[in-house]
């Protein structure tokens, strides 16, 4: 019996630490797509600005229904991200992603 402790205690500590590094991710994952904090409504010139402070250069802000997409080059590649002007968050593209629907 005793010998049986050990081995349990280990894999209980195991799936316990899993846990939380598992929440732990999801929780930073949850942060990453906060663009601008606030959960604010954000302006052209906001994400103009952000951008600007980051290093990018050449911004141009478009407004597409409730997002930004604001493209630019930084790093020496040209990039576009997606902003939900409604509360600062990243959109479902960002940063090159291709697009797959087919409305054209």
Do not use: C, H
């Amino acid at each position: 019996m005793k010998k049986w402790i050990v081995p349990i205690v280990s894999a209980a500590f195991l799936i316990g630490a899993a846990g939380i590094a598992n929440l732990v991710a999801q929780v930073q994952q949850g942060a990453a797509r906060v663009f601008i904090p606030g959960g604010q409504p954000v302006s052209e010139e906001q994400v103009r600005a952000k951008l600007q402070s980051e290093g990018w250069a050449g911004v141009v802000v478009t407004r597409e229904g409730q997002y930004l997409r604001a493209t630019g080059a930084v790093g020496g590649k040209l990039r576009t991200v997606v902003v939900d002007a409604t509360n600062g968050q990243l959109g479902a593209r960002a940063e090159n992603e291709p697009d797959d629907d087919d409305d054209d």
